[in-house]
């Protein structure tokens, strides 16, 4: 072996089997996600209909339509108003389920196993649940039923623009699927709060019930509550599943409750074939996507280290 | 060599399996790469009827100039297609809900006049015509399919109500079949946004777009019908969030409305379950320009523009499509419920002749619309858009159409600068 060989290879051969395992993940990698991640903002300078080698190029004319086109600037909107609502009402159900399941002195596996279950559930069985039994808009539904008992009227969830109950159902079967993962995470960091601090708590005279929470507990799951508030935000930029499964059928998809990847996978990637629109789209999303995690990181000092 | 040749159909997939294992079997046994004939591969979508998928492998495999392969594709065909067409190893022959003026236009299917030429006037006229761009034919339709107002006659009778005419009378018709428990009408779990389409402006007596390329609905009575589809809506007589949707007519059935829009398939399953205390009629006419309307389509057989053996693809189009009507029968009739494509063959069909189904196919030839080419996917998502705020949130209808009309000329002139 060459002196120049050895050197490639590294001491133990180490440069060698970094590249045996590293390398074809790096190339699943670059070949999966970044070459049509390039692609597509390559395609959204064209007039790419039916075609991913387009020949018309026309500059910044897709993203100017797709900014000026109210139903995507209406989607974004969509996308706000879940986040603005999934996100603090996951984070509130799931750090009360952890409170509550922590104090339990019996049978405190038991009840962590059944708030996690859900997890397991798809998002796509759990819709089509939600749409088929329990909120369809007949008699005989389970909210319906319910509601006959005090003699309501039935009503159309999914169907039903003002007052727009459609919202109900779009958010509990996400709270119900995944507010026991978060839950877990709570109750992870809660186990890491040291004792004495609630013992020194006491001693100085704090109040057990919210004095405590405020002071204590709360701060000491700074760590996790970032963590949480992170994947859920990235969680909501990803709905897709339980839009699609509840309100698509086949001849498209309402005007209302319609996130952007929704409207991208309709509007500009459906039948169409409109792929140069349909990358514009998706650069605008990547790129807010992208702003809004950097200030939040910021906002929330992710990666510094703590105090 | 044969042997060879079967496992690597096999290994290539069940379907594919089938069809080479029976041309293994008859006069064409040199296979696996220097047969005698070329190898083609259809495409089909699931169509949910069974024995529709045996049938398709059994015409092909009786083609013997060529070894054709069938592949039954379940889920969304229309994007599994668009995204095949974009490379070099998609079908050769397939069938479309098209083909699109896009992919017409983008080479994606090959020109078929000269198969259709000689039969054209036999095709149904009104599903014919979307095939056609540039007087040129991109498509041969399979089958027709239509859509009707199926009523149950008893429930109508007690509540004292003739199968409604106009969309006013329907209007009424289903505010008064409305109980607690029995919806009036069901146009779909989104108020007909999906389904109706077009129809009640063609109903006005108005168009999509009309045949010298504009526009076909910038007249105030397409803002009149569509507030009527609105009144459905607001006077609550309209069935939602059924658990099956409009074409399938299960709510119908169940008694869970008394009138329904559904497809012509539906019609030998409600006639199993209701005898005779069923009727159909076309969507009612609104207005004094208006008539009745049922609107038609045609699924139609396709050559790919990439396809390697064009001329071999279009033969066997051509044999299937054109000179096997004992094929095109067996295909519209004996597994579901469709009007064959070609006129004389809808005349000569036994189960079409008599009854509702016999009404169907006089509202299919005569009140049936075809949605236009022109009318491309960006119009249909604007127009349903704007449809569903009409029906739902009592938008007014004059302004949501102007935003469409904005759209449908946008897009004319993006299709015509090609």
């Known amino acids: 072996m060459s002196a120049r060989t050895a050197r490639l290879l590294g001491p133990h051969r180490r440069n060698l089997w970094f590249w045996v395992f590293v390398g074809p993940f790096a190339v699943g990698l670059g070949l999966f996600t970044y070459v049509p991640l390039l692609w597509s903002v390559y395609l959204s300078f064209f007039n790419a209909h039916n075609t991913v080698n387009p020949t018309e190029?026309?500059?910044?004319?897709?993203?100017?339509?797709?900014?000026?086109?109210?139903?995507?600037?209406?989607?974004?909107?969509?996308?706000?108003?879940?986040?603005?609502?999934?996100?603090?009402?996951?984070?509130?159900?799931?750090?009360?389920?952890?409170?509550?399941?922590?104090?339990?002195?019996f049978a405190q596996a038991f009840f962590r196993s059944v708030f996690f279950l859900p997890t397991a559930c798809s998002y796509v069985v759990a819709s089509l649940i939600w749409k088929l039994s329990l909120f369809n808009g007949v008699r005989f539904g389970l909210a319906n039923t319910v509601l006959g008992w005090f003699g309501t009227d039935q009503t159309a969830w999914l169907s039903t623009t003002s007052p727009p109950w459609y919202w109900l159902v779009i958010v509990t079967v996400r709270l119900w699927l995944q507010a026991g993962f978060y839950m877990i995470l709570f109750l992870a960091g809660l186990q890491r709060i040291s004792p004495?601090?609630?013992?020194?708590?006491?001693?100085?005279?704090?109040?057990?019930?919210?004095?405590?929470?405020?002071?204590?507990?709360?701060?000491?799951?700074?760590?996790?509550?970032?963590?949480?508030?992170?994947?859920?935000?990235?969680?909501?930029?990803?709905?897709?599943?339980e839009f699609y499964n509840l309100l698509s059928d086949a001849r498209g998809y309402p005007p209302y409750a319609r996130p952007p990847l929704v409207y991208l996978y309709y509007t500009a990637l459906g039948r169409d074939q409109n792929l140069g629109l349909g990358s514009a789209g998706a650069v605008i999303l990547a790129l807010i996507i992208a702003v809004a995690t950097v200030v939040q990181a910021r906002w929330f000092g992710l990666g510094r280290k703590e105090d | 060599m044969t042997v060879i040749g079967r496992r690597r159909l096999l290994a290539a997939g069940g379907g594919i399996a089938l069809a080479g294992a029976l041309t293994a079997c008859g006069s064409n046994t040199g296979r696996g790469g220097s047969g005698s004939g070329p190898a083609l591969a259809q495409w089909y979508h699931q169509y949910g009827e069974p024995g529709t998928q045996q049938a398709v492998k059994r015409y092909a495999a009786a083609y013997k100039k060529a070894h054709v392969t069938v592949q039954w594709r379940p889920g969304d065909y229309d994007r599994q297609t668009a995204a095949a067409l974009l490379t070099d190893s998609g079908p050769d022959v397939f069938e479309v809900n098209g083909p699109l003026l896009d992919q017409i236009q983008s080479g994606q299917v090959a020109d078929l006049t000269d198969l259709v030429a000689p039969v054209k006037d036999d095709f149904n006229q009104a599903v014919l015509a979307p095939k056609i761009w540039q007087d040129k034919i991109w498509g041969i339709p399979q089958a027709v399919d239509t859509q009707l107002l199926y009523y149950r006659k008893s429930l109508l009778k007690d509540a004292g109500v003739q199968p409604p005419q106009s969309v006013d009378a329907l209007v009424d018709a289903a505010k008064k079949l409305t109980t607690g428990k029995v919806k009036g009408l069901f146009l779909g779990n989104d108020g007909g946004v999906g389904v109706l389409g077009g129809t009640p402006l063609f109903a006005a007596g108005l168009s999509l777009i009309t045949e010298d390329g504009k526009a076909g609905f910038d007249d105030p009575a397409a803002a009149r019908v569509l507030a009527k589809i609105r009144q459905l809506y607001v006077d609550?007589?309209?069935?939602?969030?059924?658990?099956?949707?409009?074409?399938?007519?299960?709510?119908?059935?169940?008694?869970?409305?008394?009138?329904?829009?559904?497809?012509?398939?539906?019609?030998?399953?409600?006639?199993?379950?209701?005898?005779?205390?069923?009727?159909?009629?076309?969507?009612?006419?609104?207005?004094?320009?208006?008539?009745?309307?049922?609107?038609?389509?045609?699924?139609?057989?396709?050559?790919?523009?990439?396809?390697?053996?064009?001329?071999?693809?279009?033969?066997?189009?051509?044999?299937?499509?054109?000179?096997?009507?004992?094929?095109q029968q067996d295909f519209a009739l004996s597994y579901g419920f469709h009007i064959p494509a070609r006129i004389s063959l809808a005349k000569k069909a036994e189960r079409l002749q008599q009854g509702p189904a016999a009404d169907a196919v006089r509202f299919a030839t005569e009140h049936g619309y075809a949605e236009p080419l022109l009318w491309t996917s960006a119009d249909r998502n604007a127009y349903q858009d704007a449809l569903s705020r009409i029906i739902k949130d009592g938008a007014n209808p004059e302004t949501e159409l102007r935003a469409v009309l904005r759209k449908v000329d946008a897009e004319l002139q993006r299709v015509k600068k090609k």
């Open chain 1, 57 to 105: 190029f026309v500059g910044l004319g897709n993203y100017t339509a797709m900014l000026g086109d109210d139903a995507f600037l209406g989607s974004l909107g969509t996308f706000l108003l879940f986040t603005a609502f999934i996100v603090p009402a996951t984070f509130a159900l799931s750090l009360s389920l952890a409170l509550m399941v922590n104090r339990l002195r």
């Open chain 1, 196 to 241: 004495q601090l609630y013992e020194a708590a006491a001693m100085d005279g704090a109040r057990p019930g919210w004095q405590v929470f405020r002071h204590i507990t709360f701060p000491q799951l700074r760590a996790t509550s970032v963590a949480v508030l992170l994947l859920l935000v990235i969680n909501a930029f990803q709905a897709f599943d």
């Open chain 2, 236 to 327: 609550k007589s309209l069935l939602l969030g059924a658990p099956t949707d409009w074409s399938d007519p299960a709510a119908f059935v169940q008694g869970l409305t008394a009138m329904q829009w559904s497809g012509l398939w539906a019609l030998p399953q409600i006639a199993k379950a209701l005898g005779d205390d069923f009727g159909v009629l076309p969507f009612p006419k609104d207005g004094a320009g208006g008539k009745p309307t049922v609107p038609v389509g045609a699924y139609a057989s396709a050559v790919s523009g990439r396809s390697k053996q064009t001329a071999a693809a279009k033969e066997f189009a051509k044999w299937l499509w054109i000179d096997r009507t004992d094929f």
